[in-house]
């Protein structure tokens, strides 16, 4: 089974997407949107930084926060903060992570509340305002995620509008396989697996893709989905 996994991922074809490049703001970071096709990994022994597996450029850093790692902070290249994730909800089976940014993501939003902060180990005070959320749900060798983005306030306070963007799929396997799509095309976007005695996978994305929001999306997958776990995965 899990070679038929491997097989599936390694036929698959990454279809090029112009979303993103037509409006960088519904990226996480518009440096980060993919501009061609590319591959990346993980280096570093804390294994917390994505490169171009090509070139061995850094894309972004993760570092763990807070007395029980409830959130991690993301950092570009020149070590610019550019996102906090926070994790709403974690589970042996399921798990909800917050993507948050310093600008509003629509008009009228409000930043999370001290205690929301509290709660996430973040500064009171803090401007905040959450920008996507990332709901997975992982089965003993196989998952399934959804990232959507911000669009609004929901039906109570807690609760935001959504729009689905990225859904993915980890195939099972001894190993991690996992295959990413646009949600309105069903497109495939983006691959990820580990090959030969390698202990994390490699990422292949096509171009208009936000890369950060795809890794994020396989990182809880496989891992226990909390926000700290993400910061140092040894898998996507």
Do not use: C
Not at 1 to 27: F, I
């Amino acid at each position: 089974m899990g070679n038929a996994a491997a097989k599936q991922v390694e036929s698959a074809v990454v279809v090029d997407s112009s979303t993103l490049l037509k409006d960088d703001s519904l990226s996480i970071a518009s440096s980060l949107i993919s501009k061609e096709k590319m591959s990346a990994k993980l280096k570093g022994t804390k294994m917390n930084t994505w490169v171009d597996a090509s070139t061995g450029n850094i894309l972004y850093t993760s570092k763990s926060k807070g007395l029980i790692k409830s959130h991690a902070i993301i950092l570009d290249a020149e070590e610019k903060e550019i996102a906090i994730v926070v994790t709403a909800k974690k589970g042996m089976k399921s798990s909800t992570l917050y993507i948050g940014k310093k600008t509003p993501s629509f008009k009228g939003q409000k930043a999370a509340s001290d205690e929301d902060l509290k709660k996430a180990g973040i500064e009171e005070g803090t401007e905040l305002y959450a920008f996507a959320v990332i709901d997975a749900k992982r089965g003993l060798s196989t998952g399934k995620g959804t990232y959507s983005l911000v669009t609004g306030e929901g039906k109570d306070e807690s609760d935001f509008e959504l729009k689905d963007v990225y859904t993915a799929e980890k195939l099972s396997s001894m190993g991690y396989q996992a295959l990413f799509k646009e949600a309105e095309s069903e497109s495939i976007i983006a691959k990820a697996a580990t090959k030969g005695v390698a202990m994390t996978p490699t990422i292949e994305f096509a171009a208009g893709v936000d890369m950060v929001a795809l890794i994020l999306l396989g990182q809880t997958l496989a891992g226990d989905g909390s926000a700290g776990a993400l910061a140092g995965a040894g898998v996507v």
